[in-house]
């Protein structure tokens, strides 16, 4: 152990967006390392910037009461803000999504100075509360070091290192690095465990109030996919043993009384006979009443008779699945994982197995690199005819990804230099224009 407790504060940052929901959006990546630095003996502290629950939030003018939905999820408080330069002819309201910054200083003077300050980063294009959160660090904790890791930090290096303002932005998982870099910054050696050979729990218990976790039952991904970044943050594919991810699913479930459970993986049924099967036989065996939620889409050609059984009688609720695109050609390029045929198949396994097809969301990916308008409404009408909800998941361009050299060819926006540019939101590559989206929009409600 080190001699003297050491202090670590784990920062959540604020989200800037035009747009952000709690559907199960959780800091999985600050809260694992938390777990981690814990059992090597650090004293650990979280300031949750999106806390929901915040209790001293209420009653402050201009914030909108967080309200709860249905399985845990809900609204972040949020209040209007400028939009950032780069963004002012997007005719739509800016939000910082999240508590006050006042409430936030008071956060950060509350309990003993910390050694160092971890925080983590999310989506390219929320780097704004990052560099927001760093900035009242430094002014309220001065000389304390800061580090910056996560999915922005991994995917922009540059732009972090140049424009975040922490001491040092690690790339990629954060557990091995972590340590060496805590041992220098402390002079303090990290104690060697030999004892235990299982991760230890991520620490959900850091947070307010526990609506739901998030799991991972494995990390990273074999497939390829254009658009896609996992490569990059999770570069090994690695799954974890089927017991332990029951054992994690019965802790949060028995000791702290959580019925709603997010997988965050991002190739969760792959080799679903090894691996989510036994993890859900034992979910059953063990007579856990726990709720499931794949917000991060599920492949749909894992999705044979025995696997929906096992879903539907393991009580998944929230089913969204990866179709892409409707479209032969497209599919193709997309690295032909998703075809019709196969989702045709996925659905009538799902409905047999129990499943009302209204509770199937299919995600379609919207304003690709010279994607059609009418693509997307033709992959509408398929899913709605088979009976499924349409969700349309607006193409954000990823540094590194296959697709990154054409987003960038393709957009008005300046891709390569501004992060921001990455949203979502503003249909950066622009192969159709925001009202054309609203239509499709508007039939997926149809
Ligand atoms: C879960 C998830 C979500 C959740 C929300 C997550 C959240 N906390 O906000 C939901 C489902 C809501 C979501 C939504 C979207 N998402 Co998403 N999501 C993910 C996913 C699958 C997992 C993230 C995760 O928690 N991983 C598990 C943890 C353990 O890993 P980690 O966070 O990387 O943490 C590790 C390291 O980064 C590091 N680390 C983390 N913090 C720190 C801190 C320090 C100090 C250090 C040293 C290290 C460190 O160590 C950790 C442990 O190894 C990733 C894909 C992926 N494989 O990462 C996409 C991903 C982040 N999402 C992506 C996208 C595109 C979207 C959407 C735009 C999709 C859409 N079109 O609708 C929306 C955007 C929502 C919005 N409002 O803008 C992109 C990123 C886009 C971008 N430009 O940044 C990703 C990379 C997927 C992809 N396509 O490649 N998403």
């Known amino acids: 152990m080190p001699k003297k407790k050491l202090h670590l ?35 650990v502290r979280l300031i949750d910037c999106l806390d929901s629950h915040e209790a001293r939030m209420h009653g402050i003018t201009g914030m909108k009461p967080a309200k709860r939905g249905i399985y845990g999820t809900g609204k972040f408080f949020r209040v209007e803000v400028p939009k950032p330069l780069a ?30 300050v971890l925080i983590t980063s999310g989506m390219t294009y929320w780097y704004p509360g990052v560099q927001e959160a760093i900035r009242l660090v430094q002014a309220h904790l001065p000389g304390k070091p800061v580090v910056l890791g996560g999915t922005y930090a991994t995917l922009c290096p540059d ?26 910054l402390t002079g303090h050696a990290v104690p060697v465990l030999n004892h235990e050979n299982r991760q230890p729990l991520p620490a959900f218990d850091l947070l307010s ?45 028995k000791r702290h009384g959580v019925t709603d459970v997010a997988f965050y993986d991002d190739a969760l049924l792959l080799d679903a006979e090894q691996h989510m099967l036994p993890v859900l036989a034992e979910v059953r065996r063990r ?39 409707a479209d032969p050609a497209q599919q193709e390029r997309l690295g032909g994982k998703a075809r019709l045929e196969t989702f045709s198949w996925a659905m009538t396994n799902l409905i047999r197995a129990g499943f009302s097809p209204k509770e199937i969301g299919v995600y379609l990916l919207c304003g690709l690199p010279g994607q059609k308008p009418a693509e997307v409404a033709h992959s509408i009408r398929v899913v709605q005819d088979h009976g499924a909800r349409p969700y349309l998941a607006e193409f954000s361009p990823i540094p590194g990804t296959l697709l990154w050299a054409d987003a960038v060819r393709s957009s008005p926006f300046d891709l390569k230099a501004e992060p921001l540019y990455h949203n979502n939101s503003i249909l950066p590559c622009r192969s159709f224009g925001l009202k054309e989206l609203q239509r499709l929009k508007d039939m997926c409600k149809e």
């Open 159 to 184: 732009h972090a290192r140049r424009r975040a303002g922490a001491d040092y932005v690690l790339t990629g998982p954060g557990e091995e690095k972590i340590l060496p870099l805590l041992e220098r």
């Open 287 to 325: 007579h856990l009443a726990l709720r499931f939620h794949t917000p991060n889409a599920l492949h749909v050609q894992a999705l044979s008779a025995e696997v929906c059984e096992a879903l539907f009688a393991t009580n998944f609720r929230t089913l969204r699945l990866g179709l892409e695109t």
């Open 209 to 253: 109030h526990l609506d739901y976790v998030c799991v991972l039952a494995s990390r990273g991904c074999p497939f390829r996919c254009p658009y896609c970044a996992s490569q990059f943050l999770h570069p090994r594919y690695r799954r974890r043993p089927p017991p332990e991810v029951a054992d994690e699913l019965e802790f949060w479930h």
């Open 9 to 43: 504060l784990l920062i959540n940052p604020w989200i800037f967006d035009f747009a952000a929901h709690d559907l199960w959006a959780k800091p999985l990546g600050l809260l694992v390392l938390g777990g981690v630095l814990r059992t090597r003996g650090y004293e």
């Open 87 to 116: 963004l002012r002819s997007i005719q739509r309201r800016y939000w910082r999504f999240g508590i006050t910054p006042e409430l936030f200083v008071e956060r950060l003077l509350q309990g003993p100075a910390p050694d160092a």
